[in-house]
């Protein structure tokens, strides 16, 4: 059974279907997540820092086989720049390791989100369950809902 954590007591508090799989808690990246959960890498989204020049920090939900694209989300934004954030500055400002960085464990901590618009392809997508060794998978519209993410075109194949 998946732990219960912030995340799992939400979606329960507030009636989102919702599956939990528990992993191992090292950090896997969306190879390893694929391959555990027997799913295809553009259903599997990663949770990337990024920083404006001012104003809040950006969380980029985009598909694990996918990369962020910083000129993408500037121009999405209305920023002349934005900056990609290393790994052990994104693990202070969200308080998370990397491999557990969760837009839902981040909801009301000062974070504008940005889904990428290819998630409009699925109904349900993975996403970290806020630590390392969960994952959930919950609807699209559901996510949206939650964190009032903008939806845009924010990412390239890699």
Do not use: C, W
Request: glycine letters at 8%.
């Amino acid at each position: 059974m998946a732990p219960k954590n912030n995340i799992i007591r939400l979606l329960n508090a507030k009636k989102i279907a919702y599956e939990a799989f528990e992993l191992p808690s090292e950090k896997l990246g969306t190879e390893g997540t694929v391959a555990l959960l027997g799913v295809s890498p553009e259903l599997v989204y990663k949770t990337i820092v990024l920083k404006r020049q001012r104003g809040k920090s950006i969380l980029a939900i985009v598909a694990g086989d996918s990369e962020v694209d910083l000129k993408k989300v500037a121009k999405f934004l209305g920023e002349k720049k934005i900056f990609l954030v290393k790994q052990d500055e994104a693990e202070k400002m969200t308080k998370l390791e990397t491999g557990g960085i969760s837009p839902l464990a981040l909801i009301n901590k000062g974070f504008d989100m940005i889904l990428d618009s290819n998630t409009r392809a699925h109904e349900q997508i993975h996403i970290s369950g806020g630590q390392r060794g969960l994952n959930i998978r919950l609807g699209v519209n559901d996510l949206i809902k939650l964190t009032r993410a903008r939806v845009g075109d924010v990412s390239t194949a890699e």
